[in-house]
């Protein structure tokens, strides 16, 4: 069989699609080299010893045929091409059934995008009406970011992720807790030894999964020549097409170089022109994705910021001593629960982390996830969440600030 490859895809969401490995496909597509993108168009063969076929028997229908096979109309679809958009199956036709690979709403075995995030929350309101999301502004190029809420209690605390475009494991870290924190709140259990019950009553915890979603995008899929910043992208990153390395956003801005916390002094040793990493701008806040998250936070009354990274099994938690006393017993904890080691001042000021210190005295923590070089492998995602779990949970119950 042959595939049409469309926008968003990856060697490892057309296998996990198709239920083969990744090895299998490319054995099967010769033509494509490890590590490379593949773009909307390209074709792409498929095992046929490793797919499924169904003949369609009179009154079978998707909907019905998904509900026989465990699958949704969407996985159908997606693994059927030729379909065209219009959906029609007729008797005697033979179509294609894809591995049914879900458990659960939020996806963890491929590269999590934001098209993944956008479907995700849709799902996960459908299915636990009492989350709650919101847009809190959009990127360069116009997407929009958006924060979940946990709980109603007084007490707030604010996580984020995907800052950095090659970062995007963080993402899932944060979407995969959300799913597993509503299931337990909405069936009454403990998740991994806390109340959610409590959690949810007595503290509120915003989350913003991605904040630069069009560097992940990026990162995840490469550039064609349709897209707005081919060129300005292309010049930034020396030519060359390979953005495993790029962090900044879609200008080539580092959004965590873009806060006004000793960003002088960070700006005279970094880059001055937009640059794959590290270039803070010409002046802080300039960016439409780090004005979103400074009107959000200064919007509301949080007692503590945790922006998650990669990697390092690192916890950055001082800036130049403003940082108040609890935050040592804080980290310190953080430390038990992850098996990270504390590190109070980072090389570098002028990050979300360092502007919160300074601006309201309170704990702010910088969480390097995992250990490697970006983009982590979706292999290490388990066991970052187990690493990670106990820290979302608890982290809202060490602070005092109400």
Sequence with gaps: MRYVAQKGDTTLK??????????????????????EYIYPGQLIEIPQNYINQYVVQPGDTLHLIGEKFGITVSELTKANPHFNGKNKIYSGQIIFIPRPIKKGIVQTNHEYGYKDMVADLIALKKKYPFLHYEEIGNS?????????????????????????????????LLMKFVE??????????????YDINYLFNNVTIWLVPMVNPDGVELVQEGITPDHPYYQSVLKINNGSRDFREWTANIRGVDLNHQWPADWENVNARSPQVPSPSKYGGYRPLT????????????????????????????????????????SVKIVNRFAVLTG?????????????????????????FTVEVGKGLNPLSISKFSMIYRNNLSLLLEAPLLISHK
């Excluded at 597993?180 to 403990?190: P, W």
């Excluded at 009107?295 to 001082?318: A, C, L, Y």
């Design 14 to 35: 057309i296998a996990n699609r198709f239920g083969i490995t990744l090895n299998a496909l490319y054995i099967a597509n010769p033509q494509l080299e490890r590590g």
């Design 140 to 172: 360069v190029m116009g997407k929009t970011i958006y924060a979940i809420r946990l709980g109603k209690g007084d007490k707030m605390i604010f996580y984020s992720a995907d800052w950095h475009a090659n970062e995007y494991l963080t993402a899932p």
């Design 180 to 193: 597993d924190y509503a299931k337990h709140y909405e069936q009454k259990r403990t998740l991994n030894g």
């Design 340 to 364: 990270y080691i504390p590190v109070r001042n980072a090389y570098n000021g002028a990050g979300f982390k360092d502007w919160f210190i300074q601006e309201f005295r309170r704990p702010g």
């Design 287 to 326: 960016e439409p994705e780090v004005r979103a998250i400074y009107n959000f936070t200064k919007g509301n009354d949080f007692s503590m910021v945790i922006p998650f990274h990669s990697q390092g099994r690192e916890i950055f938690w001082g800036f130049k001593g403003l940082e108040p006393k609890e």
